[in-house]
């Protein structure tokens, strides 16, 4: 039984070959980001929340979360994610105001962008979440 992998290898990638000169300077420019980054990671993190599941690209040793994009620009939905991931990992107290970093790695243009958003905003956001899925339930 031939795999998809196993074709590839026997055919020493030539599919993809253009692929990998059109995109040589993308992909060296990726390279390049990568090695410039400084911090440890456990990567693909799972994080539950009552019957929701998630899982975050990077994690830190001090509990940031990273999400790795590879687009033209960060959007409401890719800042949402990370928001639900935060509150998933870490169980905000509402009393207790805190401010939570939204941190992406953007492959595309090469860039790391951080947000940064109070735990009484969340909190705010994730009651009008509620009420949607109330209404949808």
Same mark, same amino acid.
């Given at each position: 039984?031939?795999?998809?992998?196993?074709?590839?290898?026997?055919?020493?990638?030539?599919?993809?070959?253009?692929?990998?000169?059109?995109?040589?300077?993308?992909?060296?420019?990726?390279?390049?980001?990568?090695?410039?980054?400084?911090?440890?990671?456990?990567?693909?993190?799972?994080?539950?929340?009552?019957?929701?599941?998630?899982?975050?690209? /990077?994690?830190?040793?001090?509990?940031?979360? *990273?999400? !790795?994009?590879?687009?033209?620009?960060?959007? %409401?939905?890719? #800042? =949402? +994610?990370?928001?639900?991931?935060?509150?998933?990992?870490?169980?905000?107290?509402?009393?207790?105001?805190?401010?939570?970093?939204?941190?992406?790695?953007? /492959?595309?243009?090469?860039?790391?962008?951080? *947000?940064? !958003?109070?735990?009484?905003?969340?909190?705010? %956001?994730?009651? #009008? =979440? +509620?009420?949607?899925?109330?209404?949808?339930?």
């Amino acid at each position: 039984l031939e795999t998809q992998h196993y074709f590839h290898i026997n055919n020493n990638g030539d599919k993809f070959r253009d692929l990998l000169v059109t995109y040589k300077n993308l992909i060296d420019k990726v390279i390049t980001f990568a090695k410039s980054i400084k911090h440890k990671f456990k990567n693909n993190v799972s994080v539950t929340y009552q019957d929701i599941l998630g899982e975050i690209d /990077l994690l830190t040793d001090n509990g940031e979360i *990273y999400e !790795i994009k590879c687009v033209n620009e960060i959007n %409401i939905k890719h #800042i =949402l +994610q990370v928001i639900a991931y935060n509150v998933m990992q870490n169980n905000y107290a509402e009393n207790i105001k805190q401010e939570i970093k939204i941190n992406f790695y953007n /492959l595309y243009r090469g860039l790391q962008i951080t *947000y940064t !958003i109070e735990t009484d905003d969340v909190h705010k %956001i994730i009651k #009008i =979440l +509620q009420e949607q899925i109330n209404k949808i339930k």
